[in-house]
């Protein structure tokens, strides 16, 4: 179970409006707000607060970036004001099962369970146009709408002019006024043309799997008006990669069939698909009659034509076409007639089920006259509890907005998705990435335990007997993994467990038993020890664990092909994870194995003190020829990022090497939009014949901003007690700041999430966000900002305050749940230090330490702390 999953009380919160407002306003913005609430002011589907429309409204977000954007927090949205942004700002939509990536334009793909096998909906990646195909809605007026026979370019364009989308793209003529807005698991259009306005929400709800699209029309105007309103989806083949072969053939084995009562069926049966049983038909359906439909492509686009200009709607009428092989699309035609002032309402289901008869009832199901308005109410209740876990006041409102908001969200579409399929990521070859996704469930821990454990079974099932794992694997394909054998992967778990122990205070999970991948099973603690097993096993001449296929830079194999190489990185993170142990294993009966662990522990802290030091900083490893990597004997590649924040992470580093070290990063790798990863990027080393990237300077793995590292940065200051560097690394890379400082042009990316790299200063391009969304910066952005630089932590023993924030701050709340009980906890930097808890107060009186006790679940406790 996650937050997509569970299912709302629901039924009784957040009703639809049926009719809308007497409008008196003729078009534009006036028409948005007016088709926004209902004559009794109930909230409709994805209603926001604030109208940003309307300049004239009070408290009207602040629109930034040359006015593209506003953030309006407390409908936790960002709403956009521009089609044509620099790429498509994402985002995603789902119940767990059905998902949607949806752009902010309209753009995107469906699938179930599965990019890779079960993808519904074809996008075209990469390709001109942009950010094509999508779930689309066509509004004509049909008085002026038919008749064209689209002969000539003249005709063509005569004609498109008739009709328009409320998502703004792809159709030729534009609305008039038009806005978008990404919420927790919705997107909204509002659109306004010719004294009719459109407002359409797309969400997947916890009860069906399906897409809806939730559409209110309102006729502005004077004059009774009758609409003809056309959905459309192009439907992918299902397998991905199989469509690019050969789809030449395997076309001739799908259908599109029209059911009675104006349901669209689409079924997928090429030969040889990888799980005939599971995959489920596509059904394509509203809750109103239709006056015709399309299954066929061809029939509705016509040829050389595309979504901006497609032949029925210039006909003005869908052509009523199924399709027996050939391209598969779903086109719905409706006609609705509006009295001047009235609002109707329509909901466009694309969904999925096993069969054609539970198509058919889903689709029943799906009509019922509260579904729209009681599946939005649900999704709405499960986010309001998932992000309840948390929430701050803090004196930056950026740095607020996405602890409270946007982080956590990214963070959980992470853990759902790994980093499969975004606007970047194609989603054809990976499946869940081990390294990965044990990083995502740290973010996910202090929201949804239950959702963590799950995720860590998966895990855990995918370790050998003798400790390593795959490296990622297909759980929904049911394709063979991909078995590389790295370095880090396998250690990833022990920080985990021990973090969902510490968050739920109950030891029982490391009881558990769960299958190894080879074979045999046992305990969640003996994978644990396996894994570290596994990495004594596999030491390297110079004491450091090998580097196998690479750490958790992805690059190093190509020194460390002949298997002789060494991590100096993961002998840190070999150190990180055995601290875990020395706690884990007296609570699983291995107290024995604790003494083990502290000398394995000691023994790689001498290492990396001694031949892993370089004088200004460690070393990163140990390369195949036996010299070391990361030097200042060397040119290139001289200082990397991570071997400077594991050594103070990991407790590693002695004495003052770890300032000293982290003193280097901020002289050498740091930039105003971050930290580069390595520095000085790498053109000819170790040679020029075979480098150890084929990057280019300052881009991915070559000395760009790689924002995932960054994190590490933060922590390790704040564990140093810098809190105003640890502020500084932060803050730089807050997507709406790095975006502010580079200009909406250059960054490109969403302001509202996470890039997974920026472009780096010895690129041409410094400053470019990309591969965003997916990526372990998310995870831990989040924890390094909340259980560092707040400094709100679960121990083992309950909640610790221990917070490293810039001198300047005069205080903050957070608001935590905690082991069923809430903390309401006050902050006040008294010493102008900004660390140091001095006095902690928990209803008015005195605590001994920054330890906090655990309180009944559903209690709330007031908590003081001055620093
Ligand atoms: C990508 C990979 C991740 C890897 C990182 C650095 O983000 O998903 O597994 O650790 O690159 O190479």
Not at 642 to 666: C, F, Y
Not at 704 to 712: D, E, I, Q, S
Request: hydrophobic share 35%; net charge negative.
């Amino acid at each position: 179970m996650n937050v997509n999953e569970k299912r709302s009380a629901a039924g009784n919160a957040g009703r639809l409006s049926a009719l809308g407002p007497a409008a008196a306003a003729a078009a534009g913005a006036a028409a948005l707000s007016a088709a926004r609430s209902g004559a009794d002011g109930a909230s409709s589907v994805g209603e926001t607060v604030p109208d940003t429309a309307s300049p004239s409204a009070a408290g009207m977000p602040e629109r930034r970036s040359d006015g593209a954007y506003a953030f309006l927090d407390e409908a936790r949205e960002i709403e956009f004001y521009r089609r044509d942004l620099p790429t498509p700002w994402m985002n995603y939509l789902s119940n767990g099962t059905f998902h949607m990536m949806l752009s902010h334009a309209g753009g995107g793909v469906a699938f179930y369970k599965s990019p890779q096998i079960w993808r519904i909906t074809r996008y075209r990646f990469f390709h001109l146009p942009t950010d094509r195909s999508g779930p689309y809605l066509y509004i004509q007026e049909t008085d002026r709408g038919s008749g064209s026979d689209a002969g000539s370019a003249a005709d063509l364009n005569r004609a498109s002019a008739e009709y328009w989308c409320p998502t703004n793209e792809p159709s030729f003529t534009r609305p008039d006024a038009w806005k978008s807005a990404h919420g927790m698991g919705y997107t909204r259009f509002e659109a306004a043309k010719g004294g009719i306005s459109a407002r359409t929400v797309y969400f997947v709800g916890p009860e069906e799997n399906s897409l809806i699209w939730n559409l209110n029309l309102t006729n502005d105007g004077p004059e009774e008006k009758t609409l003809n309103v056309y959905a459309y989806a192009e439907f992918g083949m299902m397998e991905f990669m199989r469509e690019l072969q050969w789809q030449c053939y395997n076309k001739h084995q799908v259908s599109v069939t029209h059911a009675e009562g104006g349901v669209l069926l689409y079924r997928y049966g090429v030969e040889n698909q990888p799980k005939p049983e599971e995959t489920p038909l596509v059904y394509f359906a509203a809750d109103v009659p239709l006056t015709g439909y399309d299954g066929d492509r061809d029939a509705f686009i016509g040829s050389y034509r595309s979504e901006s200009n497609p032949l029925a709607i210039e006909r003005g009428g869908c052509t009523n076409s199924t399709l027996l092989g050939g391209d598969p699309c779903g086109a719905l035609q409706m006609t609705v007639t509006l009295a001047p002032g009235e609002t109707k309402e329509i909901n466009v289901f694309l969904g999925t089920a096993p069969d054609e008869a539970e198509a058919l009832l889903a689709v029943e199901r799906s009509r019922q006259k509260d579904f729209a308005a009681r599946s939005f109410a649900g999704l709405r209740e499960n986010w309001d509890d998932y992000l309840g876990a948390w929430n701050c006041e803090l004196p930056d409102p950026e740095a607020q907005r996405m602890l409270n908001v946007w982080n956590p969200y990214q963070a959980q579409r992470n853990f759902l998705f790994s980093r499969n399929i975004s606007f970047y990521a194609t989603g054809t070859f990976r499946g869940v990435g081990f390294r990965d996704t044990a990083q995502d469930v740290l973010a996910v821990v202090p929201h949804d335990i239950e959702a963590a454990k799950d995720k860590l079974r998966l895990l855990l099932g995918q370790q050998y007997a003798d400790g390593h794992v795959n490296h990622y694997f297909f759980p929904h394909e049911g394709w063979d993994p991909v078995t590389s054998v790295h370095s880090d992967d396998h250690l990833w778990t022990a920080l985990a467990v021990w973090d969902l122990i510490a968050e739920s205070g109950d030891a029982s999970f490391l009881a558990e038993q769960i299958p190894y991948y080879d074979g045999g099973e046992g305990s969640v603690y003996e994978h644990l020890r396996r894994a570290i097993d596994f990495t004594e096993d596999h030491l390297g001449a110079n004491g450091f664990p090998l580097m196998l296929r690479s750490d958790w830079n992805d690059q190093l194999f190509r020194v460390c092909r002949e298997g002789r190489g060494e991590s100096i990185w993961t002998a840190m993170q070999f150190g990180t994870a055995l601290l875990k142990m020395i706690d884990l294993a007296p609570m699983a009966g291995g107290g024995e194995d604790a003494e083990r662990y502290r000398k394995l522990y000691d023994d790689q802290q001498k290492r990396v003190n001694e031949a892993g030091w370089d004088g200004k900083w460690f070393r990163r490893a140990v390369m195949d020829d036996g010299r070391f990597l990361g030097t200042d004997e060397h040119d290139q590649a001289k200082l990397w990022l991570n071997a400077q924040t594991w050594s103070v992470l990991s407790g590693m580093a002695d004495g003052e090497k770890g300032r000293i070290a982290m003193d280097s990063v901020r002289d050498m790798l740091d930039t105003e939009l971050g930290i580069k990863k390595l520095h000085p990027p790498i053109v000819d080393f170790p040679s020029a014949e075979d480098p150890l990237t084929n990057y280019n300077p300052g881009t991915g793995e070559n000395g760009a901003v790689f924002c995932h590292a960054n994190t590490w940065a933060i922590i390790a200051e704040c564990m140093l007690g810098r809190g105003d560097l640890a502020y500084k690394y932060y803050r730089q890379l807050i997507p709406s700041v790095a975006m502010d400082k580079a200009g909406i042009e250059r960054y490109r990316a969403e302001p509202y999430v996470y890039a997974s790299n920026l472009f780096g200063p010895d690129s041409d391009k410094f400053g470019l966000a990309n591969v965003s969304w997916l990526t372990g910066t998310a995870a831990w952005m989040y924890v390094a900002a909340t259980q560092h630089i707040l400094g709100v932590r679960a121990s083992l023993e309950g909640l610790r305050i221990d917070p490293c924030i810039p001198p300047e701050w005069e205080g903050y709340t957070v608001s935590r749940r905690f082991r069923g009980a809430l903390y309401e906890i006050e902050v006040r930097n008294e010493s102008g230090e900004g660390r140091v808890v001095k006095e902690v107060f928990v209803g008015g009186e005195r605590l001994e330490g920054n330890q906090l006790p655990i309180y009944a679940p559903g209690e709330t406790v007031r908590v003081e702390v001055v620093l």
